[in-house]
């Protein structure tokens, strides 16, 4: 066991990003459009009305990302491949793009060469919009399997001899509730006429959360029986949940905190990690909760390698709500005395609260008992570089060092007093970048991006985080 305070020798500390939220260059070198390229195009679909057509323009501009990741002297980097940029329709028997398949492969090129390990996401919601017009993209389970896992072959052949680190999925809880259920995601499926002409909230995520777990698993599969013999590499699957605590001690909101975690972990991991769906979920869903079949579920559990986590604050759970999307509880950040859990994000969904982030990575580990890699975790600082704040008072970013201070001791305490096995922590994100729905009006980058000029300043985040890893024990941030 590490000495109190500090990490493992071969801990694996970076920075994370996704293919769509900083490449910008959409319809460059053959790339086909995606789903989030027709969404936010969509007029009223972004908070700000603005694309990701241009963000952090990191095609053009990915050498200065990595030597900046270099400059920070990080040791791996989670980005994603854009499906549409390798296989511009999508399909199993659509063309392969050479321009996307030779950028992806000079970029970790590049990344090696700067002593950089590379953590590919396979898949962060950006579905191409080929698929999405052909078949309904994640409802239609017979095509969409075997699409997907013929895109992660093409991708395990081309990079799986450089790449030692690959993750699935991202976060397909946000591809099925918020694609497919609020729709405030793409592609944009609801009950809510006023929303989306087409959908079925009642039906639809519970649905497509089926059909990622499947094709998760056959990815898997495939990688596994196919590619780690010889590559040596370890794949898994990423998934968000943040910590639910109890609003107090009474016996139904203990049991409501569980169903919460019920709907938002373990939807995906208990079927992944023990092989079968949460009970509750099933008295709640009835006949509306998929099923797998016996052959199914011998490929899906046991289906990761470890536990990817995404994870960013904590809820107080009271019994009695009416949203199934949340397992029929209430969510709030005001405690019973009506004080805040935590410090405000520009987020509404965000407070930093570090003591649920120690709760719940000891919770996964007991649970799953697999090693758990921290793949995203991060804070939005309200009003980050709105109106006329000048670049010296933008990189002094406090909020965001309270939170990462809090978080790295609650890492550090849950590695070396609580005995859980932590491999990795990345914080999201390197970059300012295109925030989905809130288009470019929230900000979690440890650099801000100047999005008129493109030119990035690190924050002072940034080098708190670069101090707690390089010294070898815990830091305080001292201004």
Sequence with gaps: MATPHSLPKDFIWGFATASFQIEGSTNVDGRGPSIWDEFSRTPGKTLDGKSG???TESYKLWKEDIALLSAYGVRSYRFSLSWSRIIPLGGRNDPVNPKGIEFYSKFID??????ITPFVTLYHWDLPQGLQDRYNGWLNKDEVVKDFTNYTKICFEAFGDRVKYWLTLNEPWCSSILGHGRGVFAPGRSSDRSRSAEGDSST???IVGHHLILAHAHAVKLYREEFKPLQKGQIGITLNGDWAMPYDNTPENIAAAQHALDFAIGWYADPVYLGFYPPYMREVLGDRMPDFTQDEWSVVKGSSDFYGMNTYTTNLIKAGGSDEFQG????TFT???GTQLGNQAQSGWLQDY?????????YIWKRY???IYVTEHGFSIKNEGEGDVSIEDIVRDYDRIHYYQGATRALFDAINYDGVDIRSYFAWSLLDNFEWAEGFTTRFGVTYVDYKTQKRYPKDSARFLIK???LPCFVVYDG
């Design 110 to 115: 590049e990344l090696l060469a700067h002593g």
């Design 204 to 206: 639809e995520p519970w």
């Design 468 to 470: 707690v890893r390089l």
């Design 335 to 337: 405690r019973p005395d």
């Design 354 to 362: 570090p003591d649920g982030f120690r709760q719940l990575l000891n």
């Design 53 to 55: 057509d241009h963000t």
């Design 328 to 331: 029929n509880v209430d969510y």
């Design 369 to 371: 008992r697999l090693p």
